[in-house]
């Protein structure tokens, strides 16, 4: 029989035993000397290797390298990161959040930032295993405090990990104190709009071991998350899925797609960013379980309540105005933007794909429209 946390050996990251070792074993590898030597530009190499030789807990790896890692990549690749909503939550108390899905790795690393900066407690974070396919990237997922998503499998096996990372998840939250950070949807969105995938949802869910399902969401907390960022550093990098799902045909990726997308989204133009942390879900839960008897129709009602937070407190940039504008041949939104920022976001267009393919032109400014359409929804609603 596997002790109670063997079984989730697949998946979790490094237990701080084991940090010590791992980072001695990649102190040498290629990757580590580029991410250092970006993070340090002004530190002979000698200097981080032992600092990191003396690093013996997650925590220390986070603070003193990854983040700042991320504090060089905002101030090389935006022009800032601002927030609202983290006053609201409180320090020494772990909160599932719930985030709608823009970047691979800045969107859990930033929120890591802030959660820092204010005193709270960090996440365990979700992360396809497709990513971690290098003994390198592997490592430093496990470094990073990443569980790993398991993709691409049978319907059965999906049941049998969908229930490991529920049991897994409950537990960072209940008995740890961890906070834990899940995608809405598996995947990043392609076309800015953002949408709560109930199969997310079910699979928390499958933690609750028949208890009451909102009472036992009640008790993990969950806070959703707006992550927008002013220009999405690999907007043109989605063209080629969206287009084979327009054509019907099975779109195959690149063998090194998923580390170019990657590495992209960190290094990319984002200018400005922000992040939105709502208020912990409490007397919506209360609300569907008496409106709702159904497990299913609770799930669909949580997605809806999740959005909504998202796209209500989703902030809407100059780009977004634009794009909206250029696809509907109006002027609608002109006083949200100046003729500069209009000719700026129409050059990146032009240099980023082919304008004279109305397909791909209409999908780039979909993706950044689409989020206007949703957000104007909200508004006219009320």
């Known amino acids: 029989m596997k002790s109670k946390m063997q079984k989730f050996d697949a998946i979790r990251p490094f237990y701080e035993t ?37 690093t013996h807990s997650i925590r220390d790896f986070q603070c003193n390298f990854i983040y700042q890692a991320i504090q060089k990549v905002l101030q090389k690749s935006s022009e800032g990161l601002t927030t609202s909503g983290f006053e609201k939550l409180e320090k020494n108390t772990s909160y599932m959040f719930i985030s709608n899905h823009r970047d691979i790795i800045l969107d859990t690393s930033l929120l890591n930032v ?21 003994d390198f990237m592997n490592t430093l997922a496990k470094l990073n405090r990443n569980f790993l998503v398991q993709r691409g499998l049978s319907p059965r096996e999906l049941l049998q990990s969908s229930k490991l990372m529920s049991e897994y998840i409950g537990h960072l939250l209940l008995r740890e104190n961890r906070s834990v950070w899940i995608a809405q949807r598996e995947g990043r969105t392609k076309d800015g709009n953002d949408a709560t995938h109930s199969g997310v949802l079910k699979m928390l869910g499958m933690g609750s071991d ?60 984002k200018k400005r960013i922000h992040i939105h942390v709502g208020d912990v879900l409490d007397t919506e839960l209360d609300l569907i379980s008496a409106e709702n008897d ?89």
Request: charged share 25%.
């Open 18 to 54: 084991e940090v010590n070792d791992a980072i001695k074993a990649s102190l040498n590898h290629p990757m580590m000397k580029a991410i250092m030597n970006f993070t340090f530009p002004d530190v002979d190499d000698e200097v981080w290797k032992e600092q990191l030789k003396r």
């Open 114 to 134: 802030c959660l820092f900066d204010h005193g709270l407690v960090m996440t365990a974070s979700a992360i396809g295993d497709n990513l971690v396919k290098r």
């Open 294 to 382: 159904n497990s299913n129709k609770q799930i669909q009602a949580l997605a809806q309540v999740i959005d909504d937070s998202i796209l209500q407190s989703y902030k809407l940039w100059p780009t977004n105005y634009i794009a909206y504008d250029l696809l509907n041949k109006t002027n609608k939104y002109s006083d949200k933007y100046t003729e500069d920022e209009k000719s700026l976001f129409e050059r990146r267009l032009e240099m980023k794909i082919d304008v004279t393919n109305d397909f791909m032109v209409e999908s780039f400014l979909n993706m950044y429209a689409n989020p206007v359409v949703n957000k104007s929804k909200y508004e006219n609603a009320i």
């Open 210 to 269: 028949g208890a009451n399902l909102m009472d036992y969401f009640k008790k993990l907390k969950i806070v959703p998350v707006s992550i927008s960022y002013e220009y999405d550093p690999t907007d043109a990098l989605k063209m080629p899925q969206l287009m084979a799902e327009a054509n019907n045909e099975v779109y195959i990726k690149d063998k090194n797609e998923d580390f170019v997308n990657l590495l992209s989204g960190i290094i990319g133009q």
